[in-house]
């Protein structure tokens, strides 16, 4: 069973940066698809972004070219660089892995707001 545990969220201005670490409790190099998923309030949990384990990338259009995931399998460690930050990225961010089952992280609250 893989646990992973998030952090990096918080309060930050409209075109802010912040950046999100999800880390795993075991090694990542076996788990082939990681990604960052986001709920918000009253709305469905939708994909942001997803890593392979050979660095290929997929981003929701929404996001694309603010967004960048990146993934250190020697770290266990996945981010989610998020930069030029617009109230609509407001949720809740949640690492999933897929090792056979899927598994989530609790989340963390990223909210932007001026």
């Known amino acids: 069973q893989v646990q992973l545990v998030e952090s990096g969220g918080g309060l930050v201005q409209p075109g802010g940066s912040l950046r999100l670490s999800c880390a795993a409790s075991?090694?990542?190099?076996?788990?082939?698809?990681m990604g960052w998923y986001r709920q918000a309030p009253g709305k469905q949990r939708e994909l942001v972004a997803v890593?392979?384990?050979?660095?290929?990338?997929n981003y929701a259009n929404s996001v694309k070219g603010r967004f960048t995931i990146s993934r250190d399998n020697a770290k266990n460690t996945v981010w989610l660089q998020m930069n030029s930050l617009k109230p609509e990225d407001t949720a809740v961010y949640y690492c999933h892995a897929v090792l056979g089952l899927g598994y989530w992280g609790q989340g963390t609250q990223v909210t932007v707001s001026s």
């Open positions: 075991e090694s990542i190099f076996r788990i082939n698809v």
């Open positions: 890593i392979t384990s050979g660095g290929n990338t």
